[in-house]
T-cell receptor
Framework: GNSVTQMEGPVTLSEEAFLTINCTYT??????LFWYVQYPGEGLQLLLK?????DKGSNKGFEATYRKETTSFHLEKGSVQVSDSAVYFC????????????FGTGTSLTVIP | NAGVMQNPRHLVRRRGQEARLRCSPM?????VYWYRQLPEEGLKFMVY????????ESGMPKERFSAEFPKEGPSILRIQQVVRGDSAAYFC?????????????FGPGTRLTVL
């Protein structure tokens, strides 16, 4: 079946530090991969996505590369800001098994000045 | 272009009451999805609807939960005879089509508290 595994949180970083949030997946077909961000009290916002192997999604300084050989989609940012504090969710969509998204459990990030 | 709208944002019910959650998809979107987020967990799929049709309800509890997406008006997620375990955040998402690469856009959620 389909599933997404994210690194456990919470993660606390100082401003301007490098960020990596690991995400690996299991899929029966050829999934699309997504990162969503959830700010306190709000819904999920799409951060970036990649729809095939070796694609790199990027947005607002964040990036992630679809690695089929390691079934991974790790999120990275070179220099985090306080405003990046949020919960980050990795997700996959696999049309072969339906229209639902499969989400990881989320990784909470706190950036301190 | 307004995003996905959900109301109410917060809903408090006593055990045994009914909860009705509403979702208006983004303009032009005819595909609606409901997810539930329990505390400290990720989102779990509940149901996928198109106008007037339930396409996939594999994530819906068999009893007390129902969903609809009428020809006119918002999608409704209905929970009858709520119990404390129903306390969660319920998110609605919509998409333009249902392809593998399509993005689902999420609303702000309804936070249900059952006393």
């Amino acid at each position: 079946g389909n599933s997404v595994t994210q690194m456990e949180g919470p993660v606390t970083l100082s401003e301007e530090a490098f960020l990596t949030i690991n995400c690996t997946y299991t899929a029966t077909g050829y999934p699309s991969l997504f990162w969503y961000v959830q700010y306190p009290g709000e819904g999920l916002q799409l951060l970036l996505k990649a729809t095939k192997a070796d694609d790199k999604g990027s947005n607002k300084g964040f990036e992630a590369t679809y690695r089929k050989e390691t079934t991974s989609f790790h999120l990275e940012k070179g220099s985090v800001q306080v405003s990046d504090s949020a919960v980050y969710f990795c997700a996959l969509s696999d049309k072969d098994t339906g229209n639902q998204f499969y989400f990881g459990t989320g990784t909470s990030l706190t950036v301190i000045p | 272009n307004a995003g996905v709208m959900q109301n109410p944002r917060h809903l408090v019910r006593r055990r045994g009451q009914e909860a009705r959650l509403r979702c208006s998809p983004m303009k032009g979107h005819s595909h609606v999805y409901w997810y539930r987020q329990l505390p400290e967990e990720g989102l779990k799929f509940m149901v996928y609807l198109q106008k007037e049709n339930i396409i996939d309800e594999s994530g819906m509890p068999k009893e007390r939960f129902s969903a609809e997406f009428p020809k006119e008006g918002p999608s409704i997620l209905r929970i009858q005879q709520v119990v404390r375990g129903d306390s969660a955040a319920y998110f609605c998402a919509s998409s333009l089509t249902s392809g593998r690469t399509d993005t689902q856009y999420f609303g702000p959620g309804t936070r249900l508290t059952v006393l």
